[in-house]
């Protein structure tokens, strides 16, 4: 495949890659800010047992917070799925296996960016 | 592996590496059980079952061990981040890894403090 390719192009596999690669960086830094300023609210701030259903709705009031949870779910799945993604290339060697793992890995991310999505938009 | 290859012996950078993987992934998968636990919102006695639950000492053990996971992970993250965009910036490698793994260590004991702190007063 590599082979067909003139110097200077780059195999769709290569850009995609690429993007990934700059996606982690910038996902890491929003990240970086969205996944500390939530564990100081939901830890430090306010202790664990009083993020209740009636401190969730309270919260969730204003919109901002939703689009913030909304987010952090988002681009957690995002990076971390394709962290995982990365790990499982360099560590499932057997073909069939891998894409085993990867389907495994995009169903239940799929599945869970749905289940969270629904959460925040039906929440009453 | 072809022939004459090397294995990477590094030093602080593949502390840095292992570590990044481990955390990255630890987050993850408490993430996927993040979004489970969230999604029982519409069914307020199961959700703050649940939360009442996360007040365990056991589990406030284990928020302090993902506080130091996301910590180590956003602060490394970002020496990723200047090595990859600005080479050459960091002078002294294992420095910044050394200052990063502390800074990581002193905000989580301070953190953890925090966490830990309601169930010894009872306040929970």
């Known amino acids: 495949m590599a082979a067909a390719l003139t110097r200077g192009q780059r195999s769709s596999r290569q850009n995609f890659e690429t993007w990934a690669w700059f996606f982690m960086r910038i996902s890491g830094v929003i990240l970086f800010f969205l996944a500390l300023i939530h564990m100081y609210i939901m830890h430090i701030e306010n202790d664990v047992t009083h ?74 | 592996m072809s022939k004459g290859a090397t294995v990477y012996k590094g030093k602080s950078g593949q502390w840095a590496f292992v570590l990044h993987r481990i955390t990255g992934f630890l987050v993850f998968l408490f993430l996927l059980l993040h979004i489970v636990d969230v999604s029982t919102l519409n069914d307020p006695h199961v959700y703050n079952q649940i939360h009442q639950l996360y007040g365990n000492i056991f589990l406030r053990l284990f928020e302090v061990g993902l506080l130091f996971a996301l910590l180590f992970h956003a602060l490394n993250g970002l020496r ?32 953890g403090w925090f966490i830990v702190k309601p169930f010894f007063l009872g306040a929970h």
Do not use: C, Q
Not at chain 1, 85 to 91: A, L, M, N, V
């Open chain 1, 51 to 124: 993020t209740t259903v009636s401190f969730v709705a309270r919260r969730w009031a204003n919109p901002w917070w939703k689009l913030f949870d909304w987010w952090l779910l988002v681009l957690g799945l995002l990076h971390g799925g394709n962290g995982l993604r990365t790990i499982i290339d360099d560590y499932v060697k057997k073909p069939f296996k891998r894409s085993l793992t990867k389907a495994l890995l995009y169903v239940v991310g799929s599945g869970l960016f749905l289940l969270g999505t629904i959460t925040v938009l039906t929440f009453k």
């Open chain 2, 80 to 111: 990723v981040i200047m090595i990859d965009f600005w080479p050459g910036v960091i002078k002294n490698e294992k420095g910044v890894f050394n200052f990063m793994l502390s800074l990581a260590i002193v905000l989580t004991i301070i953190g």
